[in-house]
């Protein structure tokens, strides 16, 4: 039942119905209002569980036991999260600037996840592959952002070639040892 | 005149009329539609037009005489120039996916411009900067791509400490004496 009414979520973000109201809500998973409204008293509750139950197990930075590996591995789950219908939707609603509260609930999920990504890096770090120095967050962000941005303006994702260049430059832009 | 018609039309943007109605064009800002019509025949001219205006002068990528210079010029003015109103507007627009039309007239604005930022890359690569067998697209994408995937999705841009650590990582990304 829970599964049902965040699927019907996750649809009525793919459609643009970003305010997930809750008579759609109700009328698409077969849930009443009533019992909507008592587990998820407000629809940023709602919203915090559907992003939630679609990221499960879907965003958990790799652990490949290399670092090049774990590049490899993020860019190449990335690049095609990115294209699913949910995500563009998501990104989409926030690029619009229009929705500040449902951009607070998606960006406190991130955060929430944040620790596992800069681990990632950490581990890498803690292995003497990557540079203690670097900043994590920076470069988790330099592996995400041309991924999301392709995906967001760009005309059919990126092309294996660009990954493979995006995974050469974050290598090398981290490498404890050059060359 | 040129200009309070494509003046109107990037007002139209911000506010979401991506579609820049001839009615809206011409009570904005003075012009009649004939005449509108006359000078952009379609919706699409009239984009490509006022696009190229707004970016005029805008993006053209920096010339310092040194790669590092260059890197720091430009993340420093694009950092600014996505934070815009009007270049918000514009890459929502896009990142909704409901306007293939217009997705492609400002796609073809900034293949346009795309020789001017692969030939800053060239230039660090003559100067020998920077390795020979770098992807100049590549690079060119590493280098925007987190300043624009912070503004569609992060609240209030990139710090100074996020922009120094992202020209330091595309720096040793790139340069051909590392270390």
Known sequence: ?????????????????????????????GVNRATIYRWWPTPADLLADAVAFHWDHRIDPPDTGSWEGDVRAVVTEVAALVDEPVERAI?????TGRYPAFSA????????????WTGMVQRAVDRG?????????SVVKILLAPLIATSLLGEGGTSPHELDQLIDLVCRATTARPG
């Open 1 to 29: 039942m829970r599964e049902a009414v965040l699927r019907a979520c996750l649809d009525l973000l793919v459609e643009g119905m970003v305010e997930l109201p809750a008579t759609e809500v109700a009328g698409r998973s």
């Open 91 to 95: 990104m989409a609603a926030m690029a």
């Open 105 to 116: 609930v998606v960006m406190g999920a991130w955060r929430k996840s944040l620790p596992q």
């Open 129 to 137: 592959e990557v540079r203690p120095e670097v900043d994590p967050y």
